[in-house]
């Protein structure tokens, strides 16, 4: 706290000036001053005092010898920010106004003045006194002659009085600032308040119509989800009708193609046999009858093989499985041995795919062979590319031969339709591209052809790249050996969508006793290598010696741990980066077990 020690004196009296500044002024330390304290020390043998605290105070004293002088220094004071802490006043102060109307003007002008009035006479009683100023703590009388060290005294309280009150007011302004900022903000606050309150209300109104309106559909939908079960029953049933019907058919149609051989065989082998025994005596109309005869056998008979294939892929179960597509084309190539006149174009870049062997064959084969069966160009030219996507492998087989128009680009691929007429195109049966749409579409791919007439023609069918090839045990069980139940819901998941049937074990006691218990087959094993509470290197033999057949897959955030390193030196099937997908388990599942 800073002290403002400007003080005023106020009297007549030249002597009591230089008294106050006597008493007031800081303590010299005079060379006789020393003397006697050296003096003292040696008859003592003891340190001399130091001065008093008040006696090195140092004040700023002014004189004024007549009250209106003081008045008017103790305003120009204020006016210039330097106002007086402390006044000495005497009563008497001849000529004009006395001490007590003094200090009266002093509380009405600079109320915050702390005023003394030392006299020596009685001219006013403290009664009357009482009845000029009131009840004040302002003032304070001291009686001629003063005591120095009562000067002091006063001169210290009152100037830190005055400063105290001073800072006190200033710390009021300041909270009151603080507070009527403080306010502000708190009126702020209680706006955004109000206001979030409304909008809740409004809120909770809309909320209360969501529900009204939400209670509504969902009668409106259970409705409909009655009336949905209600249809998806009777489309049951007719699906069950029509694959029933739909199989009848293909037994049907395969029973009676099956039938037909037989008697094909016949025809063409008694044609055959008149050719050799007869074949003078008939001539050459009647040879020419007997040609005929075989070549509609022959073409009847490649007519019943198609329709067979094409009955046989419908009721045939597919096997997806992980197939190199460069060797499938080049083994077709090698088979359908075109004539040296066509040459025939592999692309290296062939991709590794998953499919049905015998039904990628069949595609190639067909699509290949119809390019060297309708080249009617002297220098054939065929190319087998493929473009890949994120999502596909789009093959494109290209020719350089006749062409097609492209209003029958969707004709040539329905079933026993040919652009040509069957005493033109013996051996077409037109079977063979309606069969490679069925074996694309089935795998859920697109088949399609692009070409003009006498530009050649390019066909092109895509292969999803999300076909994954099962593992060979599909349908067996495996455990599941964590302690994270979460991750074991997430796993069971996953099997049963591979065509598993999961078991799981939260710890390695579990997984003994279930592996000791389990009376079925146990294929296989997802085993965490962190079970707590559990050492894996003697769990994995304690159970391999249960299952010596059964194979485990190690589950693992760190693959190049030591302890995953010697469990791959002790023959676990594999490791299983956690986290991980669908695809990667299936891909694992499949490394395992191949």
Partial sequence: MKINNHVLIVDDDEEIHKDFIKILSPFRYTQLDKELA????????????????SSTIHYQIDHAYRAERGLEMIIAARENGTPYALVFTDVRIPPGIDGVQLVRKILELAPDTQVVIVTAFSDYSWEEMTQFFGWTDRLLILRKPVDPVTV????????????????LLQHQSDLEVMVEKRTAKLTATNALLQ????????????????HTRLAEANQELQLALVHRKQTEEQLRVLLEELEGANRELENFAYIVSHDLKAPLRAISSIASWFHEDYGEILGK??????????DQARWMHNLVEGILE????????YELKTLDSLQIVNRVVEVLNPPESISIVVAEDLPTLVYDRTHLEQVFQNLIGNAIKHMNKPEGRISITCEVSDEWFQFNVQDNGVGIDPRHFERIFKIFQTLKPREVAEDSTGIGLSLVRRIVERHEGLVWVSSLPGAGATFSFTISRALRAKPICSGNSVVVIDDNRDFCEVAETMLKRAGFKPLHAYSGIEALDLLAQYNG?????????NLPGEDIMTLYPALKALRPDMRFLVCTGE???????????????GMLIKPFNLEELNDALNRAFN
């Avoid at 050296?38 to 605290?53: A, G």
């Avoid at 006063?154 to 830190?160: F, G, S, W």
């Avoid at 206001?195 to 969501?210: D, F, G, T, V, Y």
């Fill in 38 to 53: 050296n003096i003292e020390m040696k008859l003592f043998d003891e340190p001399p005092k130091p001065p008093s605290p």
């Fill in 152 to 167: 002091k005294q006063v001169a210290v309280m009152l100037t830190r009085k005055w400063s105290s009150e001073k800072e």
């Fill in 195 to 210: 206001e979030e309150i409304r909008e809740r209300q409004r809120a909770e109104e809309a909320l209360k119509q969501a």
């Fill in 285 to 294: 109309q009647g040879n020419g009858y007997l040609d005929d005869l075989q």
């Fill in 310 to 317: 094409y009955s046989r892929l419908g009721r045939a179960k």
């Fill in 521 to 529: 087959v146990l294929d296989l094993a997802l085993l965490d290598l």
């Fill in 559 to 573: 693959p190049q741990s030591p302890r995953a390193v010697m469990l791959r030196r002790m023959g676990v099937s």
